[in-house]
């Protein structure tokens, strides 16, 4: 049994050299500690949730082709999001980033496998377990409070869900971390002796930028469910006003964790892109260690921007100004890449297959959601937008015209060798066609609404705004649409 | 790397500023502004907006010009030219948006200043004296000392609010309704009423959960936390009916967490406080009840309808 192999005998490194074709099937059902078969074993759960988080995106996006809450009951409405929302970054993002480092780091760096095969194995596996919960509280009632589960409402509405939730994301969370001190460890201290930090990869360095913000701050989320799960379950009132407590503090601990995980979703990716670039452009990278060095820029401002989420929170004036200022700073570093990606394709040989349209992709959307970025960032502004479609135009120009762009640019990159076959090109070209153009129809709207005056989390809305809202439904269908040929 | 100096580039990059100052005047993307310090939030987006469009339509442009321009012949093998770096303008691109954000931040810095974000008195959390401990065992006060400023309060800008004592009116959100209550005449109502050019001071407070208290065409925002007070201090300039919604998701209808901000003239104004001031109402049969002698379940019921609130939330309310 693979399982218990390991990973130094003869077994376990004869069967690193299988071929694609020579493994079995069952070694990816099973506790096996082979990074390649992690890896795959990441991308394919990391695709599967990915599917249900689109459905329940399209339920979303049907409910709110009319003013009025008829398909779905506004209870479920607040339920779905929950869970769109979750599932998107716990159960796609963060594990598919998982997936390329996985699979990729020690091929990269040059070592036989990751620094601690088994315990890879044990953060891929409470992937799914987290997953099953998480979507099992549909059948306790699923939290209604928002991923960002803000108490008291948190502690009112859907208990038993919520505590599904806290359970899964507490489980995924340390699937995270435990996956994060594999990167570093194997990063760190596996590379083949002749390759120094500055030859590394940038995907690598993009990787252990990222798990160096997971390390340091998933365990103050994990501190914060934790506290909230005893509000819960025990009566406590860390954070429930009505015995005393203080829902400001919940606000700062999540999101001391949640800001920097919006750089751990989007990291990996930054990484990616700066590999397919340059291939596919036949270039070699422009500006190296600018790129390497301001992932860890990013990295470390990302620690001390939180309070932007709660400009118009219990925070007081100064503290706003200052959570201001550090905020626009990484327009900075993240400006830098931007142009040296573009430096990169710049003058070169490009090829405008699969892979790289999403990569030019990548770059055309994120732009649009730093450049949003900073405007959600200055305070006056802020105080407008938060809150409303405004900001989730903005995260998912982020998320979706990001990371999720880069990681199909990767995957269509990376898909021959891991699968040891090839994929159909025009396909992917029409994938990319059907995402861009559903993508921009559905999230280019939704700047508008929100300056206009709609709020987000609603399942019920002003007429007036029905028209840009039909928009964004249809743009939705489309990316539905487009995972077909995928 | 060569950079591109030719007079297409020139022209291009006129085109750009053109198009990105004209649009960032004319993207009609926010509402009405009610309030002078609403035109000068605008004003910082406008500066954004036109920033960005330069930023957007200059890296897109590259994008598609590459996409056409550098595309590999078919049959060609040969890799591109081995241009790793260019430290002057690597430099070059890292000053200018640490130029751009700067900027940004100091003017957004003044504006906040200018809207009263940062005054120091007027804005910061009054502490237990005022934080409702009323309800016994239900809220408690943080930050006794009141030191921090919660809110936005006087503006060192508008003569009104140096000037004039501002209108006070208590703001409570309570699922899913606003409840108004003016202390200087006892008025209770569910939507609100100011007269124009005269400072208003809003006291918010939440009876349940988190809720946030939004005037789109005043681009004022702040959550309503239970335990706390939270200020805005602002002064109407123009006429009219605009909407109040609630941004912080509160529950199923959180959607239909609205009311109506009334700004009147004077006149209109002191009619509205006749008709409505609870002395008054003891006297016709209509109205037998001081309001705020209600609960907030009884209070609503006859809103019910219009905020759309279901009867059993209704009775879920005390
Ligand atoms: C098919 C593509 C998608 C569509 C149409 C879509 C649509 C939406 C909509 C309409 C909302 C707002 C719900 C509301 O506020 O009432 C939302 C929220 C959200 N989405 Fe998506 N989304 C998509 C993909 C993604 C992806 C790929 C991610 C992350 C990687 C993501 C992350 C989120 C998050 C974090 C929220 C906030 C949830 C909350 O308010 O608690 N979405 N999405
Ligand atoms: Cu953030
Ligand atoms: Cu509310």
């Keep these: 049994m693979t399982a218990t192999e390991s990973p130094t005998s003869p077994a376990a490194v004869s069967g690193r050299d299988l071929g694609q074709s020579q493994r079995k099937w069952q070694d990816y059902f099973s506790f096996n500690t082979d990074h390649k078969v992690i890896g795959i074993q990441y991308l394919v759960t990391s695709f599967f949730f990915f599917f249900i988080g689109g459905a329940l995106a399209n339920v979303i996006r049907t409910e ?129 002796p002749e390759m120094g930090i500055h030859d ?140 040296s990606w573009c430096a990169t394709i710049w003058g070169g040989k490009i090829e405008l297959n699969s892979s790289m349209l999403f990569g030019l992709g990548f770059i055309s959307s994120f732009l649009i959601g730093g450049l949003t970025g900073v405007m959600v960032a200055a305070v006056p502004f802020d105080i407008h937008v938060h809150d409303t479609y405004f900001v989730v135009a903005h995260l ?34 029409l994938h990319f066609a059907l995402t861009f153009i559903g993508l921009n129809l559905a999230f280019m709207p939704m700047h508008e609404l929100g300056m206009m005056g709609m709020n987000r989390r609603i399942a019920l809305y002003d007429p007036q705004f029905q028209p840009l809202n039909v928009l964004s439904t249809i743009g939705s269908y489309i990316m539905a649409v487009s995972m077909v040929p995928l | ?104 931040a100091v003017y957004s810095f003044e504006i906040y200043n ?36 919660l809110g936005i309060g006087v503006s060192p800008e508008d003569p009104a609010q140096q000037a004039l004592a501002p209108l006070e009116v208590n703001v409570q959100g309570l699922q899913y309704a606003w409840i108004f209550t003016y202390p200087d005449t006892g008025i209770v109502t569910g939507d609100m009423h100011i007269p124009a050019n005269r400072p208003v001071e809003l006291n918010i407070s939440a009876a349940d959960v988190l809720h946030a208290f939004w005037l789109p065409e005043f681009r004022l925002k702040q959550d309503a936390i239970p335990g706390r007070v939270t200020k805005l201090v602002f002064t109407a300039t123009r006429l009219g009916e605009y909407p109040i919604v609630c941004a912080e998701l509160c529950g199923a209808y959180h959607g239909a967490m609205k009311s109506q901000l009334y700004v009147q003239t004077l006149e209109d104004y002191q009619q509205w406080q006749q008709e409505n001031s609870p002395e008054q109402a003891e006297n016709t049969e209509e109205i037998a009840l001081n309001p705020a002698e209600l609960s907030p379940g009884q209070f609503l019921a006859p809103y019910a309808a219009e905020a759309g609130i279901s009867a059993k939330t209704l009775e879920a309310i005390p």
């Design chain 2, 114 to 149: 200018a809207m009263g974000g940062l005054d120091p008195v007027n804005s910061r959390d009054p502490g237990p004296t005022v934080t409702a401990i009323a309800e016994p065992n239900t809220l408690v006060a943080f930050n006794p000392d009141g030191e921090l400023a």
């Design chain 1, 64 to 192: 709110l082709a009319t003013p009025d809450p008829d398909f779905i009951q506004p209870e479920l409405y607040n339920q779905i999001f929950t869970l769109h929302g979750t599932v998107m970054i716990f159960l796609w993002i963060i594990p598919a980033g998982a997936a390329f480092g996985n699979y990729l780091i020690p091929l990269m760096v040059g070592a036989e496998d990751m620094a601690f095969p088994r315990l890879n194995a044990v953060a891929f596996w409470m992937i799914p377990v987290g997953g099953t919960l998480l979507l099992s509280s549909f059948l306790v009632g699923a939290p209604q409070a928002g991923w960002t589960s803000y108490p008291p409402l948190s502690l009112t509405a859907s208990q038993t869900g919520q505590m599904f939730w806290i359970l899964s994301v507490l489980i995924l969370g340390t699937s995270s971390i435990l996956g994060s001190i594999n990167f570093i460890t194997t990063i760190l201290k596996m590379r083949i």
């Design chain 2, 1 to 104: 790397m060569t950079i591109p100096s030719n007079i297409l580039t020139l022209l291009a990059g006129v085109a750009i500023t053109l198009v990105s100052l004209w649009y960032g005047q004319n993207h009609g993307l926010l509402p009405v502004a009610a309030s002078s310090e609403a035109t000068q939030v605008d004003n910082l987006f406008n500066l954004m907006m036109t920033i960005a469009t330069a930023l957007f339509l200059l890296i897109q442009g590259v994008l598609i010009f590459s996409a056409f321009k550098f595309r590999r012949q078919a049959g060609d093998l040969t890799d591109g030219p081995a241009f790793e770096d260019n430290i002057p303008l690597e430099i070059v691109w890292t000053a200018i948006p640490a130029v751009i954000v700067f900027i940004l």
């Design chain 1, 396 to 429: 998912h120009y982020v998320l979706f015209g990001g990371s999720v762009l880069g990681l199909f640019a990767g995957f269509y990159h990376w898909f021959p060798k891991i699968t040891g076959r090839m994929f159909n090109e025009p396909l992917g070209r």
């Design chain 1, 200 to 339: 590394m990869p940038l995907f690598c360095w993009s990787m252990l930028a990222a798990s160096v913000l997971i390390l340091l701050a998933t365990p103050v989320l994990a501190a914060g469910l934790i506290l909230l799960s005893f509000d819960l379950l025990l009566g406590t009132n860390f954070f429930n006003p009505a015995g005393g407590g203080d829902p400001i503090i919940y606000q700062h601990i999540f999101w001391f964790y949640s800001h920097p995980a919006v750089y751990i979703m989007i990291l990996p990716f930054f990484g990616v892109i700066s590999e397919v670039l340059p291939v596919h452009s036949r270039k070699p990278i422009f500006g190296y260690r600018a790129i390497a060095y301001s992932s860890f820029a990013i990295s470390f401002l990302g620690l001390i921007v939180w309070a932007h989420h709660m400009f118009t929170s219990g925070t007081p004036g100064w503290l706003r100004m200052f959570f201001m200022a550090t905020t626009m700073i990484i327009a900075v570093p993240t400006g830098v890449k931007v142009f």
